[in-house]
Structure formats: structure tokens, C-alpha cells
């Protein structure tokens, strides 16, 4: 007999398809039950002859045999579907696992290309004073400046290149873009002299 998950994976339905089938056959093994129990209480292990090793007379002897032989095999059934839900369950789990896993690991990836996608910063904020150009500018403590003006990656040479540019720039806004939070920013940042040290802060 095929099982649901041979040919194809198995579904919540196919999960409530074996837990009706497991509700049905122990609504007959319990019927069977009553039946025995109708027979004056005669179980699975009572013997069905009298003290002298005749039929008992006073139970039906065919539906009490009928009911222990369905009861056994039911029960087989039963043990037989449990293993099927078990496993049917086993398999969603897996399957949930295996989906989260491989969203997380899609998620990873994406978040990877995002970032090889970023331009390389050559420099970074560890100071913005209040209040100076740089400030007012929007530029952040943290934020990886990847162009200043003219200066890239491709030409920075030491931060003198950054004073250069900020010389020849004052009064003139600049250019800046920098990643901040791992994304792109551009800010415009004009240099000028102000009531603290240099042209930026």
C-alpha cells in the first residue's frame, strides 16, 4: 500500500486524512468493546467454555469471537496508522525546518549581495562636533565615507587628500556619500569657517 509520502510530500491534510482514519477505527474498537461487555462482560481473555469445557450457553459465542478477532486486528491497524501520523508529522516538521533554513539562508544571501553591492568606503566618522558644518550636514559618528568631493576609494591617498579637497571647496558644497546602517547616503556638505577648528568640525 502506498503511503502518502512516497510519491509526493505529505500535507497538513494528509495529517488530519490519518488522525479521521485513527478516530474511526478506535470509535470501532471501542464498539467492539461494548459488544463484549453486552456479553456479560465477557473481555479479550475469558474463557468461552463452562467449568466442564462446554460452549458457554449463556453469551453469544460467534459476535464475542467476531468482536475479539476485530479487536485485534483493529488494534493492529491502529499501531500500523500511528506510525503513519508520526512519521506524516515527522515530515512537516522537517519540511518547516528544512523552509526556515533555507529562508534564513535566502535572506543571508540577499543581505550578502546587498552589501558586495555597497561601494568600498577608504575612510571613517569618529567625531562630529556639534553645531559645525559636518553637523549640519547630516554627517554621523560611524558613517564609512565612500566619496568626498573628488576622493574615492581609487585615488585616497591619506587623509590630506580629505583637507585638499575641503581647501579648495570653502563655501562651495561637496558631494559626500557614505554607508551608514549598510545603506547608501548621500549628503551634501559645504565647508566653511565656523566658531570651532577647521572647515568642517
Given at each position: 500500500?502506498?503511503?502518502?509520502?512516497?510519491?509526493?510530500?505529505?500535507?497538513?491534510?494528509?495529517?488530519?486524512?490519518?488522525?479521521?482514519?485513527?478516530?474511526?477505527?478506535?470509535?470501532?474498537?471501542?464498539?467492539?468493546?461494548?459488544?463484549?461487555?453486552?456479553?456479560?462482560?465477557?473481555?479479550?481473555?475469558?474463557p468461552l467454555v463452562d467449568a466442564e469445557g462446554?460452549?458457554?450457553?449463556?453469551?453469544?459465542?460467534?459476535?464475542?469471537?467476531?468482536?475479539?478477532?476485530?479487536?485485534?486486528?483493529?488494534?493492529?491497524?491502529?499501531?500500523?496508522?500511528?506510525?503513519?501520523?508520526?512519521?506524516?508529522?515527522?515530515?512537516?516538521?522537517?519540511?518547516?525546518?528544512?523552509?526556515?533554513?533555507?529562508?534564513?539562508?535566502?535572506?543571508?544571501?540577499?543581505?550578502?549581495?546587498?552589501?558586495?553591492?555597497?561601494?568600498?568606503?577608504?575612510?571613517?566618522?569618529?567625531?562630529?562636533?556639534?553645531?559645525?558644518?559636518a553637523s549640519i550636514s547630516g554627517l554621523q559618528?560611524?558613517?564609512?565615507?565612500?566619496?568626498?568631493?573628488?576622493?574615492?576609494?581609487?585615488?585616497?591617498?591619506?587623509?590630506?587628500?580629505?583637507?585638499?579637497?575641503?581647501?579648495?571647496?570653502?563655501?562651495?558644497?561637496?558631494?559626500?556619500?557614505?554607508?551608514?546602517?549598510?545603506?547608501?547616503?548621500?549628503?551634501?556638505?559645504?565647508?566653511?569657517?565656523?566658531?570651532?577648528?577647521?572647515?568642517?568640525?
Open positions: 500500500m502506498a503511503q502518502p509520502n512516497e510519491s509526493r510530500p505529505v500535507t497538513i491534510s494528509d495529517v488530519q486524512q490519518l488522525v479521521k482514519k485513527k478516530d474511526e477505527i478506535e470509535a470501532q474498537i471501542k464498539a467492539c468493546y461494548e459488544l463484549l461487555e453486552s456479553q456479560k462482560g465477557v473481555g479479550m481473555n475469558e462446554f460452549p458457554r450457553n449463556d453469551i453469544d459465542l460467534y459476535q464475542v469471537r467476531t468482536a475479539r478477532h476485530n479487536i485485534v486486528c483493529l488494534q493492529n491497524d491502529h499501531k500500523a496508522l500511528m506510525k503513519q501520523v508520526e512519521e506524516a508529522l515527522h515530515q512537516l516538521h522537517a519540511r518547516e525546518k528544512e523552509k526556515h533554513a533555507k529562508d534564513e539562508a535566502e535572506a543571508l544571501a540577499e543581505a550578502m549581495s546587498q552589501n558586495q553591492s555597497l561601494p568600498q568606503a577608504f575612510a571613517k566618522v569618529n567625531m562630529v562636533t556639534p553645531g559645525s558644518p559618528v560611524d558613517d564609512e565615507i565612500v566619496e568626498f568631493g573628488s576622493v574615492n576609494v581609487n585615488n585616497f591617498q591619506n587623509l590630506q587628500n580629505i583637507a585638499t579637497v575641503v581647501q579648495h571647496s570653502e563655501e562651495r558644497p561637496l558631494s559626500v556619500t557614505v554607508i551608514r546602517g549598510g545603506k547608501k547616503v548621500h549628503l551634501g556638505l559645504t565647508p566653511k569657517r565656523w566658531a570651532g577648528l577647521g572647515l568642517l568640525g
